[in-house]
C-alpha cells in the first residue's frame, strides 16, 4: 500500500496512526528476521554459555504493565536470536532438521499476518491446503485417489494414520468405535520393525496399544526389516508398521516383499516415512522405498526433508473414508465440509501450515524437489568419504542423507561428539547403534553447501584429534 492510499484508506487520525504502527511492527519484525538468517552461516551452530545464560532476561514475573511493542521485538532480538541453535545456516545436522527453504519461510510471515484458521473457514488456506496435499501426494508417488491432511509433525501423523487403520479394521468386522468405543472390541494384532521409531511407539500407545501388544520383527545391519523373518500368518486384525527411512542408517524396509501378503490376509499397513519418504521424489533414489505406494497410510514431514517451517506433518491415508470415519468432528457452529481440514485431522482450530509447503513446491518444482534429495544424498556420502579417510569408523552404508559415524572407541565416539557440538563450527548428535555409541549426521539443511560439509568433516576430525590429545 502506498502513502497515499493508505491516508485515503484511514480517514480517520487514530485510525491511520493505528495501521502505520501495525506496517512498521511488521516491518521491524521481517527486518530483524531477515538480518538473522542473512547472518546464519556466519553464526556459531551452537550458542554461547554466555548467550545461553543471558536468557535469564525473559525470566521475570508477569509484568503488571505494559511496554512498547518495539521494545518487546529489540528483546527478543537481543536475547533470543544469539541463544538459538543455527539449524538453517548449512552446518547444523542434527536430528532431521530440514533448514527453511526462503521461499517457505518468507511466505510464513505473509501467512502469519492473515492469521487463518484452515480448520474450517479459510477460502485461501483450504484452497492452498487443497493444492498443496495432491502435489505432495503427486511427488510422493502415493495413489492420485488417496487423502491427506496436515498437522504438527510425523508424530501426529503416525497417529492419525494408526487410528484410521484401527478404526477401518474394527468397521470391517462390523465394530464402529465411534458408537461403541474401544472397550470390549476385537483385539487386533500389531507387528513393527525392531527399529521402529518412538514416535510411531508413542503413537501406538496414544492410540490404545501397549508394549504387551507390539511384535518386533527382526532387522538386518542396516536396520530394515528382515523380508524372510515376517509374520506370514497376519489376519484382518493386524495393524503393521513400517518404516521409510531408519532415523540412523536412512534404510528403509522391504515394503514390495511384505505390504502385498499383508493387505491380502486382510490387515493395514502404516508406513512411518517421517523423512525418507521423500526418496521417492528423486529418480535416483526412488528405488530406496520401491513398493512404499503400496501401504494403506503413511506419515511424513514437510518440515524435516522438505525444508519448510516448523511444525508441518502430513497424513496420507489410501481411502479417505477410512481417514474421514476416524477424525471427521461436528457441532451446530461448525459445519463445514466434509473434506474440510478438521474432518481430516485430529485439531479442529489450525494454522495454515500448507502454505509453505505449497510455496516451497512452487518454487522448486518437482526437478527442484528432487534436486534437493539428490544433492543432500551426495553430501552425505561426501561426508562419509572424508571422515573415512581421516580414520573415523562408517558404521552403515550410507543410504539416503543420513551418514553413521565412531572416532575411535566408546569414551573417544562420546568425548568427540561432546567436542563437536561445544567446538561451535558444526553441529550433530549422539545415537547408538548395534550396541556401539555413535555419532549421527543427518544432511537436511537446504542451506547446506559443499564447501559447508568439507568445513564440517574437517572440524569433526580436528575435534576427534583435540580429543586424543
Ligand atoms: C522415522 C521418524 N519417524 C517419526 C519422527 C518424529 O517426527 P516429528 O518430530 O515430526 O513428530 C522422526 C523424527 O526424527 C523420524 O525420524
Known sequence: MTTTQLTQAHTHPASLARARERIGLITEAARRAGSYVASAAHRPVAPSAEAVAALDAFRTSLPTTGREPREVLAELDAFGSPATTVVNGGRYFGFVTGGTDPTAGAASILAGAWDQNVGGGSPTGQAIDAVACAWVIEALGL?????????GGATVANLTGIIAGRDALLARRGWSVAEQGL?????????????????????????????????????????????????????????????????????????????????????????????????????????????????????????????????????????????????AGDAAYLRFAADAPMNRGIQISQRARAIETWAMLATHGRDGLAALIDRHCEQARRFSSAL??????????????????????????????????????????????????????????????????????????????????
Open 143 to 151: 495413489p492420485s485417489t488417496a487423502v491427506a491432511a496436515f498437522n
Open 183 to 327: 472397550q470390549g472390541a476385537p483385539r487386533l494384532r500389531v507387528v513393527v520393525g525392531e527399529e521402529v521409531h518412538a514416535s510411531a511407539l508413542k503413537a501406538l500407545r496414544l492410540a490404545g496399544f501397549g508394549e504387551e501388544q507390539i511384535e518386533r520383527v527382526p532387522t538386518d545391519g542396516t536396520g530394515a526389516v528382515r523380508a524372510d523373518a515376517f509374520p506370514t500368518d497376519t489376519d484382518d486384525l493386524t495393524v503393521v508398521l513400517l518404516q521409510a527411512g531408519n532415523v540412523n542408517t536412512g534404510a528403509s524396509d522391504p515394503f514390495g516383499a511384505v505390504i502385498p501378503g499383508v493387505r491380502e490376509r486382510g490387515g493395514w499397513v502404516h508406513v512411518d516415512g517421517a523423512f525418507g519418504l521423500w526418496a521417492a521424489a528423486s529418480a535416483t533414489h526412488r528405488h530406496r522405498v520401491a513398493g512404499v505406494d503400496l501401504a494403506d497410510s503413511w506419515a511424513t514431514d514437510a518440515h524435516k526433508w522438505l525444508s519448510v517451517p516448523y511444525d508441518s506433518g502430513i497424513v496420507v491415508v489410501r481411502d479417505g473414508e477410512d481417514l474421514h470415519r476416524a477424525m
Open 388 to 469: 573415512a579417510a581421516g580414520g573415523a569408523e562408517i558404521l552403515a552404508p550410507v543410504e539416503l542423507n543420513q551418514v553413521l559415524v565412531a572416532f575411535g572407541d566408546e569414551r573417544e565416539t562420546d568425548a568427540t561428539i561432546a567436542a563437536i557440538q561445544a567446538e561451535g563450527t558444526t553441529w550433530a548428535g549422539a545415537t547408538a547403534w548395534k550396541g556401539r555409541r555413535a555419532m549421527r549426521i543427518s544432511v537436511s539443511d537446504s542451506a547446506t553447501t559443499d564447501d559447508d560439509v568439507d568445513a564440517s568433516a574437517e572440524a569433526m576430525l580436528r575435534c576427534w584429534r583435540a580429543v586424543r590429545g
